[in-house]
């Protein structure tokens, strides 16, 4: 078989390409208009399909908003799993290192901007909300805290209670978050993020870790 029998024709590359050109499209959107101004019409408009292709794939909105999470946040959040599952180190190493690569990882995305979206338009879609705060926030809050959890059983941080130290830590990268995709842009001077978590994370290890002990 000659093999240039095996590559498929462009209209079926085209094809199996479209659920990610869909996805690519929604996300442009939902992060521009937010979701109640995001039609589904736009949508394959911007990925140069009918609306009837759009609908072969995703059956309305609300399912092609979870994909779009589930392409671009969810697999993020996988990924902390991953790194914490697998660090033998100091937990401020770790707390850091996780931190600073979600950033990374998430923050310089286009996608942070759907932590705006739902901020701003959750109260109005409940369904939404409800699967947002199923796979997106429960997931990384409960990975934000295996983090405190190990660290307190290794010796490495102080007690605490874990749920009220978990949202202290997710509140300035929510914040630096909604910043990017609101008044961010707007401001004169220009905020670094990673400046922004490291001295976020000195503050924070500062109150977290245990004291050293006394000389004997």
Known sequence: MHPLDDIKP???RRKDARPQELLAAALD???ERG???TRLEDVAKRAGVSKGTLYLYFTNKEELFKAVVRDNIVPVIGAAEEIIAGFDGHSAD???KVIIEWWQMMGESEASGISKLIMA???NFPDIACFYQDEVITRGTNMIASMLNRAV???EFRPMDVT???QVLIAPMMML???KHSVGPCEKSQLDPIAFLDAFLDMALHGLLLPPAPPA
Do not use: I, P
Request: no cysteine.
């Open 35 to 37: 979701f109640a101004s």
């Open 121 to 123: 338009e959750a109260g």
């Open 177 to 179: 978050m909604t910043w």
């Open 29 to 31: 959107l939902f992060v």
């Open 153 to 155: 059983a290794r010796g």
């Open 94 to 96: 770790l707390l850091r």
């Open 10 to 12: 462009r209209w079926e």
């Open 164 to 166: 009220t130290v978990t």
